[in-house]
Protein backbone atom coordinates (compact mmCIF):
# COMPACT_ATOMS: atom_id res chain seq x y z
CA UNK A 1 0.00 0.00 0.00
CA UNK A 2 1.82 3.15 -0.96
CA UNK A 3 -0.44 5.87 -2.00
CA UNK A 4 0.00 6.82 -5.65
CA UNK A 5 -1.09 10.41 -6.38
CA UNK A 6 -2.79 10.28 -9.97
CA UNK A 7 -2.05 13.54 -10.99
CA UNK A 8 2.05 12.46 -11.32
CA UNK A 9 0.73 9.40 -12.56
CA UNK A 10 -0.50 10.74 -15.67
CA UNK A 11 2.18 13.17 -16.54
CA UNK A 12 4.34 10.32 -16.39
CA UNK A 13 2.06 8.46 -18.33
CA UNK A 14 2.17 11.47 -20.81
CA UNK A 15 5.99 11.84 -20.88
CA UNK A 16 5.83 8.60 -21.83
CA UNK A 17 3.30 8.81 -24.82
CA UNK A 18 5.39 11.78 -25.77
CA UNK A 19 8.88 9.35 -26.10
CA UNK A 20 6.94 6.88 -27.48
CA UNK A 21 6.18 9.01 -30.57
CA UNK A 22 8.55 9.10 -33.89
CA UNK A 23 11.22 12.36 -34.11
CA UNK A 24 10.93 12.36 -37.40
CA UNK A 25 8.25 11.36 -40.17
CA UNK A 26 8.20 8.38 -41.91
CA UNK A 27 10.73 8.82 -45.48
CA UNK A 28 7.23 7.48 -47.53
CA UNK A 29 6.31 11.40 -46.69
CA UNK A 30 9.00 13.00 -48.35
CA UNK A 31 9.66 10.62 -51.16
CA UNK A 32 7.75 11.85 -54.49
CA UNK A 33 7.64 9.33 -57.01
CA UNK A 34 8.50 11.18 -60.39
CA UNK A 35 9.82 8.83 -62.67
CA UNK A 36 7.35 9.78 -64.92
CA UNK A 37 8.55 12.99 -65.31
CA UNK A 38 12.19 11.92 -66.02
CA UNK A 39 10.98 9.92 -68.40
CA UNK A 40 9.36 12.74 -70.54
CA UNK A 41 11.54 14.84 -73.18
CA UNK A 42 10.82 18.55 -72.33
CA UNK A 43 10.93 20.50 -75.71
CA UNK A 44 12.80 23.46 -75.78
CA UNK A 45 11.24 26.76 -75.94
CA UNK A 46 10.92 28.16 -79.53
CA UNK A 47 11.12 31.99 -78.10
CA UNK A 48 14.08 31.42 -76.58
CA UNK A 49 17.15 33.79 -77.77
CA UNK A 50 19.87 32.30 -79.86
CA UNK A 51 23.17 32.25 -78.58
CA UNK A 52 25.23 35.04 -81.06
CA UNK A 53 28.99 35.45 -81.95
CA UNK A 54 31.72 32.62 -82.05
CA UNK A 55 32.04 30.42 -79.40
CA UNK A 56 34.95 30.50 -77.10
CA UNK A 57 38.29 28.86 -76.96
CA UNK A 58 40.72 28.05 -73.96
CA UNK A 59 43.94 30.05 -74.10
CA UNK A 60 46.94 28.43 -72.68
CA UNK A 61 49.54 31.28 -71.86
CA UNK A 62 52.90 30.95 -70.31
CA UNK A 63 53.56 28.33 -67.46
CA UNK A 64 53.94 29.48 -63.88
CA UNK A 65 57.12 29.22 -62.21
CA UNK A 66 57.13 26.58 -60.00
CA UNK A 67 57.67 28.30 -56.18
CA UNK A 68 58.04 25.47 -53.33
CA UNK A 69 55.68 27.49 -51.01
CA UNK A 70 53.23 27.62 -52.24
CA UNK A 71 49.67 26.40 -50.71
CA UNK A 72 48.57 23.20 -52.39
CA UNK A 73 44.91 24.74 -53.06
CA UNK A 74 42.68 27.89 -53.44
CA UNK A 75 41.11 27.68 -50.16
CA UNK A 76 44.42 26.99 -48.11
CA UNK A 77 45.97 30.22 -50.22
CA UNK A 78 42.87 32.55 -49.22
CA UNK A 79 43.10 31.42 -46.09
CA UNK A 80 47.07 31.94 -45.63
CA UNK A 81 46.41 35.51 -47.48
CA UNK A 82 43.58 36.18 -44.75
CA UNK A 83 45.84 35.42 -41.93
CA UNK A 84 48.68 37.53 -42.87
CA UNK A 85 46.91 40.08 -44.28
CA UNK A 86 43.66 40.95 -42.52
CA UNK A 87 41.53 44.09 -43.52
CA UNK A 88 43.03 43.64 -47.29
CA UNK A 89 40.26 43.74 -49.92
CA UNK A 90 39.31 40.10 -51.23
CA UNK A 91 36.19 40.89 -53.28
CA UNK A 92 34.82 43.46 -54.78
CA UNK A 93 31.70 44.05 -56.03
CA UNK A 94 30.87 46.45 -59.51
CA UNK A 95 27.91 48.13 -60.96
CA UNK A 96 27.16 48.71 -64.58
CA UNK A 97 29.43 51.70 -64.57
CA UNK A 98 32.28 50.07 -63.44
CA UNK A 99 32.42 51.88 -60.18
CA UNK A 100 33.07 49.72 -56.81
CA UNK A 101 29.90 49.44 -54.88
CA UNK A 102 30.65 46.92 -52.46
CA UNK A 103 34.28 45.49 -51.08
CA UNK A 104 34.70 42.33 -48.68
CA UNK A 105 37.42 42.65 -46.32
CA UNK A 106 39.46 39.55 -45.16
CA UNK A 107 39.31 39.60 -41.21
CA UNK A 108 40.92 37.37 -38.21
Not at 12 to 19: E, G, H, V
Not at 52 to 64: A, I, R
Amino acid sequence: GVPVNSRVSSKIQQLLNTLKRPKRPPLKEFFVDDFEELLEVQQPDPNQPKPEGNPSNVLKGEPLGVVTNWPPSLLAALQRWGTTQPKAPCLTALDTTGKAVYTLTYGR
